[in-house]
């Protein structure tokens, strides 16, 4: 039973320029979430998609942007990234409509902004 | 706002000794309260979940934790730590009850554990 993927696991990128994080998430599941978390930091959510679209967001700019594909998977897009944008991106995905369905997280990806 | 909050950065114990990491949260109604770990390198990995009912709650690798209303708390327990339970460890709490999947996150608690 294949958990939550997520891919690169490293990515290195120059202050002003657009990254995109890939999500597959956990067998069953419908939906994701991504969240950022900085050094020494707790997670903190960005966003929520189920059917493909946005159902949720955190505090965070337009420049954050998502997309859900027919299979489920996530990307998460970053434009004109900044220095502070540096962090490990964490997707989780769950089922839908089951509060009691908890959250599964993925390893993450890091990003590093020089 | 809701807020979760541990006060503990670090704390250290050595192998077999009892532990017991602190959250307080701020939350208008009943929260949903949560406790998740994370490795070195690795996501995370809920630990124990409150939503109702009993305040004491078992999770997972011998951890309990304890929902106090009145104190605002949900403190995470081990009666004997192992090496292995040397991490971070978050307390969270879903600020809508209709989609737990937004979490609020503390700033963590790091363990280290001494043989």
């Known amino acids: 039973d294949a958990g939550v993927t997520q891919s690169p696991t490293h990515l290195i990128k120059t202050r002003g320029q657009q990254v995109t994080l890939r999500c597959s998430p956990k067998s069953g599941h419908d939906t994701v979430s991504w969240y950022q978390q900085a050094l020494g930091q707790g997670p903190q959510f960005i966003f929520q998609y189920y059917e493909e679209e946005e159902r949720q967001r955190g505090n965070f700019p337009d420049r954050f942007s998502g997309h859900q594909f027919p299979n489920y998977s996530s990307e998460l897009n970053v434009n004109a990234l900044l220095l502070g944008d540096s962090a490990l991106y964490l997707c989780?995905?769950?089922?839908?409509?089951?509060?009691?369905?908890?959250?599964?997280f993925g390893n993450g990806t890091r990003l590093t902004v020089t | 706002a809701q807020s979760v909050t541990q006060p503990d950065i670090h704390i250290t114990v050595s192998e077999g000794a009892s532990l017991e990491l602190r959250c307080n949260y701020s939350y208008g109604a009943t929260p949903y309260l949560f406790w998740y770990v994370q490795s070195p390198g690795q996501g995370l990995q809920l630990l124990l979940k409150?939503?109702?009912?009993?305040?004491l709650v078992q999770g997972i690798k011998g951890f309990e934790a304890e929902f106090k209303r009145s104190q605002s708390s949900f403190n995470l327990r081990k009666p004997s730590v192992h090496w292995s339970d040397a991490a971070e460890y978050f307390c969270?709490?879903?600020?809508?009850?209709?989609?737990?999947?937004?979490?609020?996150f503390g700033t963590g608690t790091r363990l280290q554990v001494f043989p």
């Open positions: 969270a709490v879903a600020p809508y009850l209709y989609n737990t999947d937004k979490l609020i």
């Open positions: 409150y939503f109702s009912g009993d305040t």
């Open positions: 989780a995905s769950s089922l839908w409509g089951t509060a009691n369905s908890p959250l599964h």
